[in-house]
């Protein structure tokens, strides 16, 4: 599942890195090569441009037929007001205010190396963010890693702070190598993790929910940014050309808050395991076949009640001779982030007002993966195709909705630390179960759900990545 990640491309951003390494994450990430010196500042920006097909809702009805009598039934105003208005997901986040935007999308400057006086058994790593993203959305400036690693125990090295939670790949590498600019919609809404609390700020109407039991609630700090504060346990092992890899981490399920305010008293059990064959070469040139699997749980505090959050996930990644063929399948049990119902900026009366909803009970469900392919077929160029597909709420048929994402990329490196990607998503949102909202008597909501739905535009987005 690792992307395919090219020498040039490697060699920029991680050129704090030691040339040796292999493309282990968790060595790359956390460990430095023997002579490092005390420190070494490096770090990277994202200026990105970001335009989507800005298609307004326009199918909600006047009134719709009910399906108990067959009599015209009105639909409320509440609803009928987001006719001609712009869903959230047809605008450019984190504010969500124009379908078009530049942006300087992240901003991470930083430091690491190894402590003196230590033998080089204990380094660390440090990284900020100040670009306009979650982590940044309360406060301008954050740490997104402040990590020391002590290398003293064979087989079992030991990373404390904050720092990348051992989860699915998209999760753990480093975002400036990414192939494509967007996460997968399953890796980034059942893995970049919401922090909520009760809603207690209603000031109008809202619409009914009649589906699967769903809480009213509000966001509650920054996105966790697939990150933690905690101890890790990791290591890896080389047995020819086989090398193996573990790694177990106990955190306070708080992302990236070094406070206790987000989830009192909780935490999460974190680990992952992985097999790696290589076929030739080392270090960010590395050519090899790898499989993993990873599994966290924990609980959320919620309104006075703790809830069990459990997400996991398998995968594989092959690269060659560079061809990238990859894939992951992710599954989720409680505490499942649903979205603003309904789907848009607040407008004011008579709309329904919009309020963030969580599936707090471990019965409900969502599952997704992607698959994605890559070709490298000169020095300079790489050519990327991808498809990711989630679904949420599979428990409950009213409520099911299932995301699709087509993804065509181009990668053109300009130098060993000037990379631009080019990006088209085709998406796609779909009721799954359509009959559902006729037999239970809900018809008004599923017209309006379909009709927002329907709404999505394909995206186009441009990136910039400097390496310095």
Avoid: C
């Avoid at 033998?119 to 740490?143: C, H, M, Q, S, W």
Wanted: charged share 20%.
């Amino acid at each position: 599942m690792k992307k395919s990640i090219l020498a040039t491309a490697l060699l920029a951003a991680f050129a704090h890195a030691p040339a040796s390494f292999a493309t282990n994450w968790f060595q790359l990430q956390n460990n430095e090569q023997p002579g490092a010196a005390p420190y070494k500042f490096w770090g990277f920006i994202q200026p990105t441009y970001t335009h989507i097909e800005s298609n307004t809702v326009t199918g909600i009805p006047a009134t719709v037929v009910s399906p108990v009598n067959g009599a015209n039934v009105a639909v409320p105003a509440g609803l009928r007001a987001y006719n001609g208005q712009t869903a959230l997901f047809n605008l450019v986040g984190p504010d969500l205010e124009h379908s078009d935007q530049l942006q300087m999308f992240r901003a991470r400057p930083g430091v690491r190396g190894v402590i003196p006086g230590t033998d080089e058994k204990i380094n660390y790593f440090l990284l900020g963010e100040i670009g306009n993203n979650g982590l940044t959305r309360e406060r301008p400036a954050v740490f997104s890693d402040a990590t020391a690693t002590f290398n003293h125990i064979p087989g079992a090295r030991i990373r404390v702070g904050l720092g990348r939670l051992p989860l699915g790949e998209e999760a753990m590498q480093g975002v400036q190598l990414m192939d494509y600019i967007n996460f997968t919609t399953v890796t980034e809404q059942l893995l970049n993790e919401r922090f909520v609390e009760p809603y207690a700020n209603a000031s109008r109407t809202h619409a009914a929910v009649v589906g699967a039991p769903l809480a009213m609630s509000q966001l509650n700090g920054a996105f966790g940014g697939y990150r933690d504060v905690g101890v890790e346990v990791y290591d890896w092992f080389n047995r020819g050309r086989w090398e193996y890899a573990y790694a177990v981490m106990v955190s306070r399920a708080n992302g990236t808050s070094f406070s206790d305010d987000l989830n009192p008293g909780n935490h999460d059990v974190t680990a992952r395991v992985q097999a790696a064959y290589v076929f030739q070469g080392s270090g960010p040139k590395r050519e090899d076949v790898t499989a993993y699997a990873w599994h966290q749980e924990g609980k959320r505090a919620f309104g006075g009640t703790d809830y069990a959050r459990i997400r996991e996930g398998v995968g594989a990644k092959y690269l060659r001779h560079g061809l990238r063929m990859s894939g992951e399948y992710i599954r989720a049990k409680g505490m499942i982030y649903v979205a603003p119902t309904p789907q848009f900026n607040d407008i004011g009366a008579p709309a329904f007002e919009p309020v963030d909803y969580v599936a707090l009970d471990s019965s409900n469900k969502a599952e997704g993966y992607y698959l994605d392919v890559g070709w490298k077929f000169s020095p300079q160029w790489e050519v990327d195709l991808r498809y990711d597909e989630l679904s949420k709420m599979t428990n409950s048929a009213y409520d099911e909705r299932k995301t699709s994402t087509w993804t065509m990329g181009a990668q053109y490196f300009y130098s060993p630390k000037l990379r631009f990607v080019l990006n088209y998503e085709i998406r796609d949102i779909e009721v799954v179960h359509p009959e559902a909202q006729l037999t239970n008597g809900q018809k008004i909501q599923g017209t309006a759900a379909a009709a927002i739905g329907s709404s999505i535009g394909n995206r186009i987005s441009a990136q910039l990545t400097w390496a310095f």
